[in-house]
């Protein structure tokens, strides 16, 4: 088993508007995309946002080589209580994910 951070150059987070956030896994290579393509789960991915799978969507873009999430903030951006407004701090969450090594 593997991090995922550890299998892909880049993960990045950021706004898809007030009220969701989109999380991008740049897999690189095309053997890369395919190995997670099957073995990244969503519910993976919702266990690490604490979100029910139902709220996320996934799309799964294979002539980019990405994996993409989409998921309603937590906190509509620009209130009180959102501490990322850009949504670019939970990258992080997703890289800690396991999967197993290609």
């Known amino acids: ?13 950021k706004n898809a508007g ?15 995309f395919d190995h997670l393509k099957d073995s990244l789960q ?3 991915v919702a266990q690490a946002f604490h979100q029910p799978i139902a709220a996320l969507k996934r799309f799964d ?3 980019l080589n990405v994996i993409k999430f989409s998921l309603p ?4 951006q ?3 209580a959102d501490r990322d407004m850009h949504a ?3 990258a992080w969450l997703v890289g800690g994910i396991e999967v197993p090594t290609p």
Not at 2 to 13: A, F, G, M, N, W
């Open 18 to 32: 007030p009220f969701w956030l989109t999380v991008d896994i740049f897999c690189g290579e095309r053997r890369i």
């Open 88 to 90: 670019s701090q939970w």
């Open 61 to 63: 873009i294979a002539h």
């Open 1 to 13: 088993m593997s991090r995922l951070d550890q299998i892909v150059p880049k993960i990045r987070t």
């Open 42 to 44: 969503t519910d993976q």
């Open 78 to 80: 620009g209130s009180r």
């Open 73 to 76: 903030r937590i906190v509509v």
